[in-house]
Nanobody, 131 residues
Framework: QVHLVESGGGSVQSGGSLRLSCVVS????????MGWFRQTPGKERERVAD???????NYANSVKGRVTISRDDDKNTLYLQMNSLKPEDTAMYYC?????????????????????????WGQGTQVTVSS
């Protein structure tokens, strides 16, 4: 069974930093797409960043330049380094894993893998940024 366990959330002041971690167990394939998503009550889950097994990354415009996604395959761990945090970054953060490509290609178009297209999810870690 595949399990994802996030950690590293907490409460910080605006301008602060946090590093989220997601430890993966039970997934033995070399190909994957892993992503960080966030969600606030009453809103849809929003993609923050993702990374493919080829190392390519992609970021939501709202976090570009402030957030870095990375992975350590030896430790089976996904990271999200978040700097210059803002109150609007407050949310529950989830990591997700799928065995497919991060790019979804169809009819000459392409887009990043969306939340409903990920197979496995962690339980989430809360990030709260105060002004």
């Amino acid at each position: 069974q595949v399990h994802l366990v996030e950690s590293g959330g907490g409460s910080v002041q605006s301008g602060g930093s946090l590093r989220l971690s997601c430890v993966v167990s039970g997934y033995t394939y070399s190909s994957y797409c892993m992503g960080w998503f966030r969600q606030t009550p009453g809103k849809e889950r929003e993609r923050v960043a993702d990374i493919g097994s080829d190392g390519t990354t992609n970021y939501a415009n709202s976090v570009k330049g402030r957030v870095t996604i990375s992975r350590d395959d030896d430790k089976n761990t996904l990271y999200l380094q978040m700097n210059s945090l803002k109150p609007e970054d407050t949310a529950m953060y989830y990591c997700a894993l799928d065995g497919g490509d991060c790019w979804i290609r169809f009819g000459g178009h392409e887009r990043r893998r969306e939340s409903h297209e990920y197979n496995w999810w962690g339980q989430g870690t809360q990030v709260t940024v105060s002004s």
